[in-house]
């Protein structure tokens, strides 16, 4: 029997998806994956625009199914959305008419935890996420920074295996976008989650990451694995560093010509 240990969070095993639609060519947006993440690591996936990084995240959330292929979390096979795995967007999915703590509190209460339990927990992750003394504000009271982090907390207060990001500070500007990657890390250190974020952003990739899969131009496929050898924690500061700096242009270097091709395919 497998030791518990040495069971991959994630586990991606020929992941192959073609769109078909009537009386259309069809899409081949994923040929291949083959993907592991170990539980407690960081993995982001860059990519041109167009190589099939949003349908992988929801094959893996279980959003939709994969042409061929399985998708496995923690050894067992993928195939609908459950507690195991939680989604954060680009754009927040907060419930407008209630207030943090209860939007944070919300996935625990439909799943049956007594709410006094869940109040609790998501006042865990409200202070994780440096929210505290803003449980009582609605969505509409906060800025587009402070209701991400709203949406990481009720993401992580469900207790997932793995959390999945796809783009989710693509919406903000580049200073809170800068504060919003540092304080990932801090809760991301935290809570020890298993994460696979999405970004175009090569520098956020390279900062948060233990190692970052460059997806070639549709159909994606994996083109190389870079680990990220930075020391950890990390701070801002490690932006400014050459090593750092040596890894975003090497991954610019991977998909350069086909970030090219894609605009210009785009263009046509
Ligand atoms: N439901 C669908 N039906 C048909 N084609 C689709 C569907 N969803 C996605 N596609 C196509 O699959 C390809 C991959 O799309 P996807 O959104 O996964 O790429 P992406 O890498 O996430 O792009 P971006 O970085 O721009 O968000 C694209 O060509 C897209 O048009």
Known sequence: MANAKSTNALS???INKVFGRPGKPTVEA???IDL???EG???SIVGASGSGKSTLLRIIDGLLPATSGVVKVSGAPVTKPGSDRAMVFQQDALLPWKSVRDNVAYGLVIGGTPKRDAHATAMRFIEMAGLKGFEHHYPHQLSGGMRQRVNVARALAVNPRILL???PFAALDAQTREIMQSELLNIWQKSKTTVLLITHQIDEAVYLSDRVVVFSARPGQV???IPIPLPRPRDLEVK????FGALVDKI???IEHEVRSAVADNRA
């Open 12 to 14: 991606i095993e020929g």
């Open 30 to 32: 994923l040929r291949n």
């Open 36 to 38: 592991t993440i170990k």
């Open 41 to 43: 690591e960081f993995v």
């Open 165 to 167: 990001l796809d783009e």
């Open 223 to 225: 083109r190389e694995e």
């Open 240 to 243: 400014r560093h050459e090593a």
């Open 252 to 254: 610019w270097h991977l």
